[in-house]
C-alpha cells in the first residue's frame, strides 16, 4: 500500500515539557506517490467483435480510422506501447498488426468481454480499452464490479473519451428481446454512432492522457469527456498549493522537515481557539463531474503520538467552512477552526487530516452523457443508432460505484500541530 506521505525518517522534537527527544512516526493514511517523470508504459486493447465492425466503412471524418495510428504514437511518447485484440479472449498482436484494425475484415469476434480485460489489466500501466461499451448478456456489472475492486479501492482513476464517428454496419442485442439493426449514418454528423477509449491507470497518468488526446484531435466530431478520480482537480488541493492567509493563535513552523503537502504550525496558548484561512481555487480537469460546491462534506480525523504509534483522538470540535469569492470564479475562502484544549492531547505531536468532498447529489455526470444514451425496451422497434444503449446507467454505476469505494475529494488539508 503506497504511503500518504513520504515516510519522515530520523525527525526529531524539542518538547515544551522537560525538553524530551521525541521521534516521530510515519504519518498516517494512503495517497499514492507524487509522481516523477518516468517512463509510462501503455497496453491498448481492441473490441475485434462484430458490433465494431461498421466503424472501419466510412471515410468521411472517421476519427477511428486514425485511431491505431494516434493511440500508438500518443503513448509511444511515453513509454512501451502493446497492443491486443479481444472479443471473449484477448491476443496480443505483434509488430505494426495493430495496424489492421482500420479494415472490417478483422471484427469477427461473436462475443464482447471487456471484463475480462479490466480483469487482465496491468495497474502499473496506463490501460486503453477501444470499444462500444457493449457487453455480451449485458452484464455490464460484472465490468463494474471489476473496475471498483481492482482500480477505484487502490486510489486509481478511470477515464471515458467517447466520439461521434460515421458508421455503416450492424448494431447488436438491442432491447430485453436481443435485437439486431442495420444502421448508416452517412456523412451526416447528427447521425454518427459514438464509440469510446475507456482509460485506466494512475490518476496523473489518466489526466495527462486526456489533455494529450485532446490536443491531438483534428477532425470535429462531437467527443465527450468523463473522469473519474480520488482526485477532483486538475492540479493536487493540498499545502502545496494553497496560498496562506489570516491566521489566529498559530504560526508556522518547519521543524520537522514535512512533505509540503502538509503544513507545520505551532500553537500561541493551548487554552485559545486557533484558527488559519486559506484561498482555494477550483481547477478542474478535462472530464471532471459538474460539481454542486453549495454544501460539502468533511471527514475529519485527529491523531496524536503515543511513543512509537499515532493514536486517534474521540475528542474533536475541529470546524471547515467554505466561502465562494463572489467576485473571482472559481475562488473560494476556506477557513478551519478549532478550539486546542478540545481538539489536540496538549504536550503531544498532533496530525490533523481533513478531507473535503462533494455530496452525493452535487456530484454529477456531464451533460453529453444523458444526450448520447438511449434505453429501449422489449416492445419498441425503431432503434436510435446515433446513441449508445443504457449509457448513463452504465456510466452512471462507475459514477456511484467511486463515489462509495473512495468519496472523491476536491482537497486534502493536513496539518502538524507541534507542542
Given at each position: 500500500?503506497?504511503k500518504?506521505?513520504?515516510?519522515i525518517?530520523a525527525?526529531?522534537?524539542?518538547?515544551?515539557?522537560?525538553?524530551?527527544i521525541?521521534?516521530?512516526?510515519?504519518?498516517?493514511?494512503?495517497?499514492?506517490?507524487?509522481l516523477?517523470?518516468?517512463?509510462?508504459?501503455?497496453?491498448?486493447y481492441?473490441d475485434?467483435?462484430?458490433?465494431?465492425k461498421g466503424?472501419?466503412?466510412l471515410a468521411?471524418?472517421?476519427?477511428?480510422?486514425t485511431l491505431?495510428?494516434?493511440?500508438g504514437?500518443?503513448?509511444?511518447?511515453?513509454?512501451?506501447?502493446?497492443f491486443f485484440?479481444?472479443?471473449e479472449?484477448?491476443h496480443?498482436?505483434?509488430?505494426?498488426?495493430?495496424?489492421?484494425f482500420t479494415?472490417p475484415e478483422?471484427?469477427n469476434?461473436p462475443i464482447?468481454a471487456?471484463?475480462?480485460?479490466?480483469?487482465r489489466a496491468d495497474?502499473?500501466?496506463l490501460?486503453?480499452?477501444?470499444?462500444?461499451?457493449?457487453e455480451s448478456?449485458s452484464d455490464w456489472s460484472?465490468?463494474t464490479?471489476?473496475l471498483?475492486?481492482k482500480?477505484f479501492?487502490n486510489?486509481l482513476?478511470?477515464?471515458v473519451?467517447?466520439?461521434r464517428?460515421?458508421f455503416?454496419?450492424?448494431?447488436?442485442?438491442v432491447?430485453?428481446?436481443?435485437?439486431?439493426?442495420?444502421y448508416?449514418?452517412?456523412?451526416d454528423?447528427?447521425?454518427y454512432?459514438?464509440?469510446y477509449l475507456?482509460?485506466m491507470?494512475?490518476?496523473?497518468?489518466?489526466?495527462?492522457?486526456?489533455?494529450?488526446?485532446n490536443?491531438?484531435?483534428?477532425l470535429p466530431?462531437?467527443?465527450?469527456?468523463?473522469?473519474l478520480?480520488?482526485?477532483?482537480?486538475?492540479t493536487p488541493?493540498?499545502?502545496?498549493?494553497f496560498?496562506?492567509g489570516?491566521?489566529e493563535?498559530?504560526?508556522?513552523?518547519?521543524t520537522?522537515?514535512?512533505?509540503?503537502?502538509?503544513?507545520?504550525f505551532?500553537?500561541?496558548?493551548f487554552?485559545?481557539?486557533?484558527?488559519?484561512?486559506?484561498?482555494?481555487?477550483?481547477n478542474?480537469?478535462?472530464?471532471?463531474?459538474?460539481?454542486?460546491?453549495?454544501e460539502?462534506?468533511t471527514s475529519?480525523?485527529?491523531?496524536s503520538?503515543?511513543?512509537?504509534e499515532?493514536?486517534?483522538?474521540?475528542?474533536?470540535?475541529?470546524?471547515?467552512s467554505?466561502?465562494?469569492?463572489?467576485?473571482?470564479?472559481g475562488i473560494?475562502?476556506v477557513k478551519v477552526?478549532l478550539?486546542?484544549e478540545?481538539?489536540?492531547?496538549?504536550g503531544?505531536?498532533?496530525?490533523v487530516?481533513?478531507?473535503v468532498?462533494?455530496?452525493d447529489?452535487g456530484y454529477?455526470?456531464p451533460?453529453?452523457?444523458e444526450?448520447?444514451?438511449?434505453n429501449?425496451?422489449?416492445?419498441t422497434?425503431i432503434f436510435d443508432?446515433?446513441?449508445?444503449l443504457n449509457l448513463?446507467?452504465?456510466?452512471?454505476?462507475?459514477?456511484?460505484s467511486?463515489?462509495?469505494?473512495s468519496r472523491?475529494?476536491?482537497?486534502?488539508?493536513?496539518f502538524?500541530?507541534?507542542?
Amino acid at each position: 500500500m503506497k504511503k500518504f506521505f513520504l515516510i519522515i525518517c530520523a525527525a526529531i522534537l524539542i518538547c515544551g515539557c522537560g525538553n524530551k527527544i521525541q521521534t516521530v512516526p510515519p504519518l498516517p493514511g494512503t495517497l499514492p506517490d507524487i509522481l516523477t517523470a518516468e517512463k509510462i508504459d501503455t497496453d491498448i486493447y481492441f473490441d475485434a467483435t462484430v458490433s465494431m465492425k461498421g466503424f472501419t466503412t466510412l471515410a468521411t471524418s472517421n476519427v477511428y480510422l486514425t485511431l491505431p495510428d494516434l493511440l500508438g504514437d500518443l503513448c509511444g511518447s511515453q513509454g512501451e506501447v502493446k497492443f491486443f485484440s479481444f472479443g471473449e479472449q484477448i491476443h496480443p498482436l505483434d509488430g505494426r498488426s495493430h495496424r489492421q484494425f482500420t479494415t472490417p475484415e478483422v471484427y469477427n469476434e461473436p462475443i464482447t468481454a471487456v471484463a475480462n480485460v479490466v480483469a487482465r489489466a496491468d495497474t502499473n500501466h496506463l490501460s486503453v480499452i477501444v470499444t462500444d461499451l457493449f457487453e455480451s448478456e449485458s452484464d455490464w456489472s460484472n465490468v463494474t464490479q471489476n473496475l471498483r475492486e481492482k482500480f477505484f479501492a487502490n486510489h486509481l482513476a478511470v477515464a471515458v473519451i467517447g466520439i461521434r464517428n460515421p458508421f455503416n454496419g450492424e448494431i447488436f442485442d438491442v432491447g430485453l428481446n436481443a435485437a439486431k439493426f442495420n444502421y448508416n449514418s452517412f456523412d451526416d454528423p447528427n447521425r454518427y454512432r459514438p464509440f469510446y477509449l475507456l482509460v485506466m491507470g494512475r490518476d496523473e497518468v489518466v489526466k495527462n492522457f486526456l489533455r494529450k488526446f485532446n490536443e491531438r484531435q483534428t477532425l470535429p466530431n462531437d467527443t465527450g469527456y468523463l473522469v473519474l478520480t480520488e482526485n477532483l482537480t486538475e492540479t493536487p488541493s493540498d499545502f502545496s498549493n494553497f496560498e496562506l492567509g489570516e491566521v489566529e493563535n498559530f504560526y508556522s513552523d518547519d521543524t520537522l522537515g514535512l512533505d509540503n503537502r502538509v503544513k507545520e504550525f505551532g500553537l500561541d496558548n493551548f487554552n485559545e481557539a486557533a484558527s488559519f484561512i486559506f484561498t482555494w481555487q477550483y481547477n478542474p480537469p478535462l472530464g471532471a463531474c459538474p460539481l454542486d460546491l453549495s454544501e460539502v462534506d468533511t471527514s475529519i480525523e485527529i491523531f496524536s503520538v503515543e511513543g512509537e504509534e499515532w493514536t486517534p483522538l474521540e475528542k474533536n470540535d475541529t470546524r471547515v467552512s467554505l466561502l465562494k469569492d463572489e467576485r473571482q470564479s472559481g475562488i473560494f475562502l476556506v477557513k478551519v477552526s478549532l478550539t486546542p484544549e478540545k481538539s489536540l492531547a496538549e504536550g503531544k505531536l498532533n496530525f490533523v487530516r481533513i478531507k473535503v468532498m462533494p455530496k452525493d447529489f452535487g456530484y454529477k455526470l456531464p451533460t453529453w452523457v444523458e444526450l448520447w444514451s438511449v434505453n429501449v425496451d422489449g416492445a419498441t422497434k425503431i432503434f436510435d443508432g446515433s446513441k449508445t444503449l443504457n449509457l448513463t446507467r452504465i456510466l452512471g454505476s462507475l459514477k456511484d460505484s467511486i463515489f462509495a469505494t473512495s468519496r472523491p475529494a476536491l482537497m486534502q488539508i493536513n496539518f502538524v500541530v507541534t507542542p
